[in-house]
């Protein structure tokens, strides 16, 4: 095996599986784990292209939770993909080409770059540090891996509103695969755009840790969160999330965002949650989903969509103090 082959190998060494709906719960303590309030802030929408699904997270215990993104079930059914924008139904500006691109991180197996859009909705100076190294200006941040002799995106992540999206490696043999849900870690608060009312996360400055694939964010409302990539293969990616203390005002320390228009025509359908202690789950439709005390949650969709037809669920999970 060549010393590059070494090395791919090495970086995608999977531990076992973490716990899901979709897995095997293994050595869990259950014990330790907290119930977190899950508020859902979702409002009907024609437009596919505005995340109108939203799930707010909420507790001031929460020290550490982890976040999966999950090929869907019908993965594997999938034969011709579908990923483009539909505006369709949608009265809103979409700006279309390609943004400028920077890479201001290079190894033989881990890239990041970033994106400059001047006309991003919120300022885009926020600090982004590498060793000694630090950019800024950039709307998006990409994390790339190698895998199959290629760089693959596994991560985006929003320094100005604080938006993640996250994707497993593509699926057997396909080629790629479309992002879908975004989440945000931190204090979760309201901010008024051309749009309306948009919740965000207002970050400070980031540092990230190549060697641990970790990044700390520190907030502008006081506090950090380290968000390290603990896993990626072509199922899942997983990332641990470890935060420095509670949210301030108890805002949410999380949020899933998303968009549902139709049952085929959504990146997130339906919800699955386990209360904790609980010995099944529990499923619901996400517009009627009432909210829960919830131990673990699954957003995601049991048929195929004509949005983002290849786009991961969403799990969020480990919740502990």
């Known amino acids: ?21 979709l897995r ?26 505005r995340d109108n699904v939203e799930l707010d997270f909420v507790s001031p215990q929460v020290r550490h939770m982890e976040v999966q993104a999950v090929h869907p079930a019908f993965i594997g059914m999938i034969g011709k993909d579908r990923w483009a924008p539909d505006f369709s139904a949608c009265n809103m500006p979409h700006a279309e080409g390609a943004l400028p691109r920077k890479t201001f991180f290079e190894s033989p197996t881990l890239w990041l770059t970033g994106l400059i859009d001047r006309n991003f909705w919120r300022p885009t100076d926020i600090p982004i540090k590498v060793g000694d190294h630090v950019e800024s200006g950039f709307a998006y941040i990409q994390l790339w891996m190698l895998f199959r002799e290629r760089a693959e995106e596994v991560l985006v992540l929003y320094p100005a509103d604080g938006n993640w999206r996250i994707r497993p490696l593509p699926f057997g043999d396909m080629r790629w695969t479309a992002y879908g849900s975004s989440f945000q870690i931190g204090p979760l608060e309201i901010q008024d755009s051309s749009a309306g009312p948009r919740p965000i996360v207002a970050i400070k400055d980031i540092a990230f840790d190549p060697a641990k694939k970790a990044f700390t964010l520190n907030f502008a409302r006081g506090g950090s969160a380290t968000v390290t990539v603990k896993q990626v293969d072509q199922d899942h990616v997983a990332l641990a999330v470890d935060y420095s203390g509670a949210m301030p005002d108890n805002l949410p320390f999380a949020a899933l965002r998303s968009m549902y228009t139709t049952e085929t025509n959504a990146d997130v359908a339906r919800i699955g949650w386990r209360e904790k202690g609980g010995k099944g789950w529990s499923e619901s439709p996400v517009m009627s989903f009432p909210g829960a005390w919830v131990a673990e949650i699954w957003a995601g969709r049991q048929v195929p969509s004509r949005h983002n037809l290849s786009a991961p669920d969403m799990i969020f999970s480990h919740f502990l103090p």
């Open 1 to 21: 095996m060549s010393p590059r082959h070494l090395a791919l190998a090495a970086l995608f060494l999977i531990a076992p599986a973490l716990a899901s709906p």
């Open 24 to 49: 095997a719960q293994g050595d869990r303590d259950f014990g330790a784990e907290l119930a977190v309030k899950v508020v859902n802030k979702s409002t009907p929408e024609i437009c596919a292209e």
